[in-house]
Antibody
Framework: QVQLQESGPGLVKPSQTLSLSCTVS??????????WSWIRQPPGKGLECLGY???????YYNPSLKSRGTISIDTSKNQFSLKLNSVTAADTAVYYC??????????????WGQGLLVTVSS | DFVVTQSPDSLAVSLGERATINCKSS????????????LAWYQQKPGQPPKVLIY???TRESGVPDRFSGSGSGTDFTLTISSLQPEDVAVYYC?????????FGQGTKVEIK
């Protein structure tokens, strides 16, 4: 059973870069043509898919990031990552990493990490 | 972007009674070439990540109790809990993945009356 775990700082200052990693266990980020995503949820609000990637190099970013985001895969660590620069208070949220439910699927997110609250504040 | 709107925002249902949540997409999420609706339902309990319940609008995820069912096509969809149980207290989200960016509804909170 694949498991995902987010890691990174819980507090980031405005205008700085938010850097998160998602460590995958019970499976490989480089096999099965699975898509790996970042989804966030501001406190008390709904869900926003920020983007997703697969090992073959296909990457999608939500235009709402306005070119501030970068998603990458590190096969040596069996991780994938999110970098979001020039953060503001509006980026305060629980950040989830997730995997597509089936190989080749990038719409249904079947496996999720527990989430990491990132607060943007000075 | 496709706008997905759920109704109601919250509902309270007695144990054993039916709960019905509606989801409306601003544009059709039906793909005629494969006859599928690109819509999913998730359940999120407090302090937990969302869990997929249903995809393709009506296909139940493995292990999901059969009291959960999804229906609808095109732009209008429904999640029904046929007999509400205590463990069903949660926020439910619908999501369209027909078009990018995929978008979620605002959520419907289900409570026990």
């Amino acid at each position: 059973q694949v498991q995902l775990q987010e890691s990174g700082p819980g507090l980031v200052k405005p205008s700085q870069t938010l850097s998160l990693s998602c460590t995958v266990s019970g499976g490989s980020v480089s096999s099965g043509n699975y898509y790996w995503s970042w989804i966030r949820q501001p406190p008390g609000k709904g869900l926003e898919c920020l983007g997703y990637i697969n090992y073959s190099g296909s990457i999608y970013y939500n235009p709402s990031l306005k070119s501030r985001g970068t998603i990458s895969i590190d096969t040596s660590k069996n991780q994938f990552s999110l970098k979001l620069n020039s953060v503001t208070a509006a980026d305060t949220a629980v950040y989830y990493c997730a995997r597509g439910y089936n190989s080749g699927w990038y719409g249904v997110w079947g496996y999720w990490g527990q989430g990491l609250l990132v607060t943007v504040s000075s | 972007d496709f706008v997905v709107t759920q109704s109601p925002d919250s509902l309270a249902v007695s144990l054993g009674e039916r709960a019905t949540i509606n989801c409306k997409s601003s544009q059709s999420v039906f793909y005629s070439s494969n006859n599928k609706n690109y819509l999913a339902w998730y359940q999120q309990k407090p302090g937990q990540p969302p869990k997929v319940l249903i995809y393709w609008a009506s296909t139940r995820e493995s292990g999901v109790p059969d009291r959960f069912s999804g229906s609808g096509s095109g732009t209008d969809f429904t999640l029904t809990i046929s007999s509400l149980q205590p463990e069903d207290v949660a926020v439910y989200y619908c999501q369209q993945f027909y078009s990018t960016p995929q978008t979620f509804g605002q959520g419907t909170k289900v409570e026990i009356k």
